[in-house]
């Protein structure tokens, strides 16, 4: 079975750091594209970051560009957020997708979803 497990949610001030960690296991693809998604309460899911174990290549969304680093291997992906803000708080959710790797970071190219993670910035 396939399963992708967020973990490194939490409580965090207003321009501090979180690292979000993925564990991947079971993706039946020898390659595949790990992204990570948000959804903030009552707005729709957003693509946040993304990495490709084919090479290595990296998506991030405008919003996260200048704060974020994505890394990682088939294993395990990670999310480092900086200088987080109020409207980081958010639900996130990693993802795997066989190929899909976009600057639109569309979520329904990704097959494969994990439960989320709870981040929630305070003042």
């Known amino acids: 079975d396939v399963q992708l497990q967020a973990s490194g949610g939490g409580l965090v001030q207003t321009g501090g750091s979180l690292r979000l960690a993925c564990e991947v296991s079971g993706v039946p693809f020898d390659d595949y594209v790990i992204g990570w998604f948000r959804r903030a309460p009552g707005k729709e899911r957003e693509g946040v970051s993304a990495i490709s174990t084919y090479d290595s290549r990296q998506i991030y969304a405008d919003f996260v560009k200048d704060r974020s680093t994505i890394s990682g291997d088939k294993k395990t992906v990670y999310l480092q957020l900086n200088n987080v803000k109020s409207e980081d708080t958010a639900i996130y959710y990693c993802?795997?997708?066989?190929?899909?790797?976009?600057?639109?970071?569309?979520?329904?190219?990704?097959?494969?979803w994990g439960q989320g993670t709870q981040v929630t910035v305070s003042s």
């Open positions: 993802a795997a997708s066989r190929w899909y790797l976009s600057p639109k970071l569309r979520p329904a190219p990704f097959e494969f």
